[in-house]
Structure formats: structure tokens, C-alpha cells
């Protein structure tokens, strides 16, 4: 069974980082491309960020660009996001996604 557990959300302030993380498991991680997504209270789903299986190949939305940065950890079956300068706009639900599988999401709310 495919799993895939986001986790590292919080409460931040306008400037702020956080790390969120991404669990997976269920199927051969390192032979997939992993992407973050998010979802904005009262909006559509938006993407945020992807990389291949090894890293080498990375893409950004442009407006995370210079903020955000993915990774991942394939021993640990991982992926990351590093989220600097954190906009009040940033404030979502940030999920993890393998093809057609998705994660429950990680709440993230950048409020003073």
C-alpha cells in the first residue's frame, strides 16, 4: 500500500521558514519523480515544486523561485521542503504526490 506522510507544518510569521517533510512508502521511491502541491483555503489545487528520482532535475512555480527549496533522501525515502521568506500567501495545505497518489497534507499559516 502507498503511503505518503507530509509532516513539518506550522504557525510562522511573514519572513519565517519552515522544513515539511514527506514520508513515502509502498513502492520503489528512487525510481520516481516526487512533487509538492498546495492547496489555499477557497482555492484550487496549486503546484509548487518537483524533482526526479536522483535530484537531478528540479522545477519550481515561479513564484517559489529563490524561496523554496526540494530535496530528498532516498534511503530514508524522503522528500523535503525548505520554505524560506515566507509570504502570508504561502498559507496552505501542502501535500506530497507520487503519480496518483497523494499525501493528507501538512497545514502551513504564515500570519503575524
Given at each position: ?14 519572513g519565517?521558514?519552515l522544513?515539511?517533510?514527506?514520508a513515502?512508502?509502498?513502492?520503489t521511491?528512487d525510481d520516481y ?6 492547496q489555499?483555503?477557497g482555492?484550487g489545487l496549486?503546484?509548487?515544486s518537483?524533482?526526479n ?11 517559489m523561485?529563490?524561496?523554496?527549496t526540494i530535496?530528498?533522501d ?5 522528500v ?9 500567501e504561502?498559507?496552505a495545505?501542502?501535500h506530497?504526490?507520487?503519480g496518483n497518489?497523494?499525501?493528507?497534507g ?7
Amino acid at each position: 500500500e502507498v503511503q505518503l506522510v507530509e509532516s513539518g507544518g506550522d504557525l510562522v510569521q511573514p519572513g519565517g521558514s519552515l522544513r515539511l517533510s514527506c514520508a513515502a512508502s509502498g513502492f520503489t521511491f528512487d525510481d520516481y519523480t516526487m512533487t509538492w502541491v498546495r492547496q489555499a483555503p477557497g482555492k484550487g489545487l496549486e503546484w509548487v515544486s518537483a524533482l526526479n528520482w536522483n535530484g537531478g532535475t528540479i522545477y519550481y512555480a515561479e513564484s517559489m523561485k529563490g524561496r523554496f527549496t526540494i530535496s530528498r533522501d532516498n534511503p530514508k525515502n524522503t522528500v523535503y521542503l525548505q520554505m524560506n521568506s515566507l509570504k502570508p500567501e504561502d498559507t496552505a495545505v501542502y501535500h506530497c504526490n507520487y503519480g496518483n497518489y497523494w499525501g493528507q497534507g501538512t497545514q502551513v499559516t504564515v500570519s503575524s
